[in-house]
């Protein structure tokens, strides 16, 4: 029998939990000339939610994570790529033409996809207008849908490339923009700031966790028949605070150890401690990558839940900068407090 729990890949289908209202509003907004701004943390389904809505559509989708580009230029070559991947290059032609800058195209014949590359010497923000121009060109008959994830991402590419994207980006009339980020401070700073080129360019959809009540549903339903009505999925939820992926993740593993027949009373235990334990050299690697600032910051956090700010051992300074680098790096979430991003570390740092 298949494990009814997925994780660590997109999660769709019947393995998709709830969303219901983001789903719908999602969908209101692609369904109209407008576009998407979706900020939640990493691993919280962004992905998982967009695919979800958009399963059933038949326009055009070109999707790009930002965060494998590193320059204005390679955004470009990039987005050429994904571009000529739905369009051949020989039907392409006649758009081509109207390029004032045309990219050299290759194809791998490994991958058999186009390869596209711009000499260094171009200006960065004419090859990003024709780019975009082509992308407008294609949504003409139906809107075309472009995914730009991590678009925080921008800010730490090129000087004034914000500027540059929102004054093409704006002018687009035959493009829904869904423009995914996992750094809330970052995405707030490019969307909320009123000084900022994309201030109020799209609707806003924060993803938080998951309600309790519809998780618990979901995993109940997916348990082995002598396993229900044994507080499991409370159990489950009360140790990954309703982290989509870090509850799913649990939920997997609880499931494979009761067909292992572990008794209702320890399969949440055992299945935590298993999950430590196969990650603990990834957790030891990250813990001894870390200063000695961080450290003490995560362990206090780790044994009282409380606000490292209540630190007296360092300056208030020190500790706020080793809270904004970890939630940069995703180790610590901010929501309303400072937590852990995965409980399983968490619980790896309270038995040091």
């Not at 996809?113 to 003409?140: C, H, I, R, T, W």
């Not at 292992?260 to 990558?289: C, M, P, T």
């Not at 839940?305 to 208030?316: A, F, H, M, Q």
């Amino acid at each position: 029998m298949q494990n009814p729990f997925k994780f660590g890949s997109l999660v769709d289908g019947e393995y998709f939990t709830d969303r219901k209202k983001e789903r719908a509003f999602l969908k209101q907004i692609i369904d109209s000339p407008n576009h998407a701004v979706i900020i939640s943390p990493r691993r919280f389904g962004k992905s998982s939610l967009v695919a979800e809505t958009l399963k059933n559509e038949e326009r055009e989708i070109i999707s790009l994570n930002i965060q494998s580009v590193t320059s204005s230029i390679k955004l470009a070559e990039a987005l050429y790529r994904k571009y000529f991947i739905n369009h051949p290059v020989a039907k392409a032609r006649h758009y081509m033409s109207h390029l004032r800058i045309i990219p050299t195209i290759t194809i791998n014949p490994l991958t058999n996809y186009p390869e596209v590359a711009f000499m260094p010497s171009v200006n960065p923000q004419v090859v990003l207008e024709d780019v975009f121009a082509l992308l407008e060109k294609a949504g003409e008959k139906k809107r075309l849908i472009v995914i730009l994830d991590e678009f925080q991402d921008i800010l730490m590419l090129d000087k004034d490339l914000d500027k540059i994207l929102r004054s093409i980006m704006q002018a687009q009339k035959n493009i829904n923009f869904i423009l995914m980020g996992s750094q809330e401070d970052m995405m707030k700073k490019i969307f909320l700031r009123k000084k900022s080129p994309f201030y109020h360019f799209g609707s806003t959809i924060y993803l938080n966790t998951i309600p309790e009540s519809d998780f618990s549903d979901f995993i109940e339903k997916r348990l082995p028949v002598g396993y229900l009505g044994k507080g499991i999925p409370k159990r489950i939820l009360d140790f990954t605070r309703c982290h989509p992926y870090y509850t799913q993740q649990l939920a997997f593993q609880v499931w494979f150890e009761c067909q292992q027949g572990i008794s209702d009373k320890d399969v949440v235990i055992v299945s935590i401690d298993d999950i430590v334990n196969a990650h603990d050299f990834d957790y030891s690697r990250l813990w001894e990558s870390m200063n000695n600032t961080n450290r003490q910051v995560l362990l206090k956090l780790a044994m009282r839940d409380e606000s490292p700010l209540e630190n007296r051992e360092l300056p208030s300074s020190t500790i706020f900068s080793a809270l904004k680098r970890m939630v940069s790096s995703g180790i610590l979430i901010k929501n309303g407090k400072y937590v852990f991003d995965d409980p399983f570390f968490k619980l790896w740092v309270q038995r040091l």
